[in-house]
């Protein structure tokens, strides 16, 4: 095992690790990848549909997703053939133009695209507006205990900071309001 050494410029290389250090973190490493396949950040086949100009994936968990070529730099101007002669990488966590040397990121691009559209957001307001017996039931038993608690206003001295009221609104837009 190696220790940590400067370079000119008075960075530290990092250490370089045992093989024994390494076996110890092959199993985390496995369950880390499992769990990515599992929840279809991984691409299983990949083509280029040349009618609609789209890189279509097939993801792990079965899911099919398209983007538009421009979303990768590079491909924009590829011919069609190029654009044709992608690859996956052996993981399926990457889509690969060795041709044009252009590569993109599965898990990112799937990051970047349901965060551009809010889907997250989306998937939460539906979660909150689904029906269910369990949700009923709870909502039942807080009703029992008098319902959800009241907002309290608490009066804060601080500079730009403003209380909440019952209503939801600042004590500073209350105030205002009063005027």
Known sequence: MATAETTKRGRATPRRLSDAEIDAQIPAAKR???A???SGLRAT???YDKATERVVLEL?????FAFPVTTVRGL????????AALELDPAGSGVIWNAIDADISV??????TFRRAGVASLLGTAGGAAKSEAKASAA???GAKGGRPRRVVVERKEKGAHAVNRKGSS???AAKSAK
């Open 140 to 142: 039942r038993a807080n």
């Open 171 to 173: 004590a500073h837009e």
């Open 60 to 64: 792990s968990n079965g899911v099919g």
């Open 107 to 112: 898990p990112g691009l799937l990051a970047a």
């Open 76 to 83: 924009e101007h590829a011919s069609h053939m190029q654009r």
């Open 45 to 47: 086949a990949a083509r």
């Open 36 to 38: 990515a396949y599992a």
């Open 32 to 34: 880390r990848e499992a």
